[in-house]
């Protein structure tokens, strides 16, 4: 178990320069580590800086932590694809007090998004970014492509109804060219075979429309069977001999 005051004592230790790194007071078990830095991050901030925790998820920055020296604690978190390392402290201390401080994550995915795709508030700015590495891998990767496509859906197509929007991703050429204006074409390249598949699967299961979703995949695959089909006829009709040959 955890001793509140060893923990507070080897902090301080560190702060006074007494110390370069911190000692045991971290435990294997997970739990029992968040709740060793949690000590230290409340006494840091409510007792030394004098900040509510709602302030420090605002205001808190690197610097400042490095000045605390919570950045020794910094290496213990899971930083998600749509945090920055060293500079989301809303993340870390909604995982340290998740009952105080929320954190909205679909918020960061599409502030750093509509940044690169120049969308949204920044759809005037002449900056340029691009996305991090792995903005779209990880465990995560599925729900922040559907959140950037359903944003972008916002955007651009808010006047459509569901049916309508499975009729428009499934006509593969416009639906490409709309996920390449929006640069969320790699999308389906890298995690799905078709736009449609891609807007379906980014809708909610309560969303959904399995009938629709199965109708247009037959209709695709009728489609190519047809015109295979009628290639097959115009190239033995024009030259049966040929085609026997072949």
């Known amino acids: 178990m955890v001793d509140k005051q060893t923990v507070l004592q080897e902090y301080e230790e560190m702060l006074m320069g007494n110390r370069k790194t911190f000692g045991n007071v971290f435990p294997k078990e997970p739990l029992e580590r968040k709740k060793a830095i949690a000590f230290i991050w409340r006494y840091a901030i409510e007792d030394i800086i004098g900040w509510s925790l709602q302030d420090a998820a605002k205001y808190m920055t690197y610097d400042i932590a490095v000045h ?3 950045n020794y604690t910094l290496k213990h978190f899971d930083f998600k694809p749509e945090t920055k390392r060293n500079k989301d402290f809303e993340y870390v201390l909604s995982i340290l007090f998740p009952k105080e401080v929320r954190y909205d994550a679909s918020k960061k995915i599409l502030d750093e998004y509509f940044r690169v795709a120049k969308l949204g508030p920044y759809k005037d700015s002449t900056e340029k970014h691009i996305l991090r590495k792995n ?7 599925a729900y922040v492509a ?3 496509l359903l944003a972008t859906v916002t955007l651009f197509k808010n006047e459509c109804t569901i049916p309508e929007l499975y009729d428009f991703f499934a006509d593969s050429v416009a639906a490409t060219k709309f996920l390449k204006k929006v640069k969320l074409d790699k999308i389906i390249k890298e995690m799905y075979e078709t736009p449609l598949e891609y807007f379906h699967y980014s809708l909610s299961q309560s969303e959904q ?7 247009y995949q ?6 190519n069977i047809t015109i295979t089909d009628d290639e097959y006829s115009e190239d033995t009709q024009s030259n049966p001999i ?5």
């Open 135 to 141: 903005f779209f891998n990880g465990e995560d990767g």
């Open 146 to 148: 559907a959140t950037c």
């Open 209 to 215: 429309d399995d009938f629709l979703f199965n109708y």
């Open 242 to 246: 040929e085609i026997i040959q072949s």
């Open 68 to 70: 605390l020296r919570l």
């Open 218 to 223: 037959y209709m695709d695959i009728y489609k």
